[in-house]
């Protein structure tokens, strides 16, 4: 319930107006029968209880009606009145001050003499419609008071949450200055000063990531690029927007931290005492503060990933993101948006939010290409000019961002070949192997692979839950003389294969995957002729044409079995 004395002032003028035009004695109540303002003989006791005298007030609040009283003293509302024998008015009008459907006081006006009841009886009607005009202007300034009290509230709230929240928050008034900004807005902006009203500048780039515009803000010689949004503030004479914005930075470091399943290793966790690996980890050691590209070469499944980490887990940049792309994984039409990243609209079928590359997310660390022999042709001239330039710009949009970015790339293919074949830019090339590493085939390294096998087994029965006492002597003769042309990967695979066929604690015959256990395997690897996939894909081709007849409509089924279009087909045929 608004409360009248809220605006005392204004409400006594309203009583001394309505006095001096009507010549009769004006008092005000609150709705709790309290004397707000009064005049002549209602002047004495302002801010005093008057319920035991005003049950005719009383019916105007409890009915939201007016109250005319004839023969005050005398008349049935005044029954239970304290003062109703000594009652000197001879007419008395009360009007409920309603505000907004809520009756929040009365407004009466009394005479004492018939002269004054007289004049005001004959001008009934003139005396009611001025007492209602005054009793909706005291209402109009209680909701005027009352709206301004809500918007300072909700403007103190607004200053409130602004203060204490995480992401930056800068409230800007009318003239375009600061207001209001939070610790997080000043820490984005590398502000350590007080700000007071200082002028604020923000310029959209016109790139909308992660469903946010990007924006530049400065304030003072404070510059930053942030990702947030503006929001008008309609109709306040006070302030003109918010805007309220995450530093670029920490974007990136949450899809950083969403995405991220590096499993990073310092090169003394890389298993192996050959001298091979041996020397293989001075080398990390040696080229990890390097700010020059790394390529790094092995047979598929030989640890590539494990030397990227492990460079980067020795470099000044352990602190800093490690961002892999694996360029083969990844379908041809979408590699370079993952790369690059775009912006809202860019192209059909494009996220209408944006995306940040992988280039950008992995400033100030390291990205880590693998399969770069996999890479389209086209792509390669893209990557080059990134490395030439250190610059990246997002698919869509025209703003060019500054890179610091470590570049470790990683491939199982004979690069020099696939210059020979036009397939892989020879500037790239050497743009890459700056630092060229190798990781020799395992079976170029027999002593390691005892070392892996029980770093395996040791890894896998904690996951299972499993006792582990030996390997039988003839079982790891055979997992020694086996050439793992699958590398690690074969090996470890094998090993939680033997712990989960394993009994009692002991790896035997009985635990090892059949192709080891073959006395031949040697033999028939190197006795059977590896076709190409080409010959392969001829012979199959050629199969399903005898099978389904060389007719169109065989064809067709012919394409249909072999998983490809008619027209592809037809292109393999010719």
Not at 401 to 407: S, T
Not at 477 to 496: A, C, F, H, I, S
Not at 555 to 571: D, S, V
Request: some cysteine.
């Amino acid at each position: 319930m608004y409360n009248l004395s809220n605006i005392a002032d204004t409400v006594q003028k309203y009583a001394k107006i309505t006095a001096e035009i009507a010549k009769v004695d004006v008092e005000v109540v609150d709705s709790k029968l309290v004397r707000v303002a009064g005049t002549g003989i209602f002047s004495d006791g302002i801010n005093t209880d008057v319920s035991e005298n005003s049950h005719v007030y009383k019916n105007a609040i409890a009915t939201g009606e007016r109250q005319i009283v004839s023969e005050p003293g005398k008349d049935e509302r005044c029954k239970n009145c304290r003062l109703k024998n000594e009652c000197h008015e001879t007419f008395e009008i009360s009007m409920p001050i309603n505000m907004k459907g809520e009756i929040i006081g009365v407004i009466g006006m009394a005479c004492d003499n018939e002269e004054s009841k007289k004049i005001i009886l004959d001008n009934l009607d003139s005396y009611m419609e001025f007492l209602e005009q005054i009793a909706d202007f005291i209402a109009t300034k209680a909701y005027e008071d009352e709206e301004a009290k809500n918007k300072m509230s909700i403007i103190s709230m607004l200053k409130l949450i602004t203060r204490s929240m995480d992401e930056g928050a800068i409230i800007i008034n009318n003239e375009g200055n600061v207001d209001t900004i939070n610790v997080s807005a000043k820490k984005q902006l590398g502000i350590s000063r007080i700000i007071n009203n200082e002028k604020i500048y923000i310029e959209a780039t016109g790139d909308t990531v992660n469903n946010s515009k990007e924006y530049r803000v400065r304030i003072g010689e404070n510059v930053n690029t942030v990702i947030g949004d503006i929001y008008e503030v309609p109709e306040n004479p006070m302030f003109k927007q918010v805007i309220l914005f995450r530093d670029l930075n920490k974007v990136q470091s949450n899809i950083y931290a969403m995405t991220s399943t590096i499993n990073a290793i310092n090169t003394d966790k890389i298993v192996g005492s050959s001298k091979k690996i041996i020397e293989l980890k001075e080398e990390i050691k040696k080229v990890a503060n390097s700010f020059s590209t790394v390529l790094i070469t092995g047979e598929s499944g030989s640890g590539k990933e494990v030397v990227a980490t492990a460079i980067w887990q020795n470099s000044d940049r352990r602190n800093n993101r490690f961002v892999a792309i694996n360029c083969a994984a990844i379908p041809e039409p979408l590699l370079e948006s993952e790369l690059f990243g775009y912006v809202k609209g860019a192209f059909t079928g494009a996220d209408p939010n944006g995306k940040i590359g992988k280039f950008e997310l992995a400033n100030n660390g390291v990205i880590f290409l693998d399969e770069i022999g996999d890479m389209p042709i086209y792509l390669q001239s893209k990557l080059l000019r990134v490395i030439q330039d250190k610059k990246v710009i997002r698919i869509g949009s025209n703003q060019v961002i500054p890179l610091d970015v470590r570049i470790i790339a990683a491939t199982n293919k004979d690069l020099r070949q696939m210059i020979n074949e036009n397939k892989f830019r020879e500037d790239l090339y050497y743009r890459l192997n700056v630092i060229p590493i190798e990781i020799p085939p395992l079976r170029e390294r027999k002593e390691d692979i005892k070392d892996l096998i029980y770093h395996f087994i040791h890894y896998y029965r904690k996951m299972f839950g499993k006792n582990f006492d030996k390997i039988e002597d003839e079982t790891m003769k055979k997992l020694l003389d086996y050439p793992w042309y699958g590398n690690v990967r074969e090996l470890e695979n094998t090993v939680e294969f033997m712990v989960n066929m394993m009994e009692h604690g002991v790896i035997n015959d009985n635990a090892i995957p059949i192709n080891i256990k073959k006395k031949d395997y040697k033999k028939s690897i190197k006795n059977n002729k590896v076709r190409t996939l080409k010959e392969i894909e001829q012979e199959e081709i050629q199969k399903a044409i005898d099978y389904y007849g060389n007719t169109t409509e065989g064809k067709i089924e012919a394409a249909n079995a072999l998983g490809i279009g008619i027209a592809t087909l037809y292109r393999k045929l010719q």
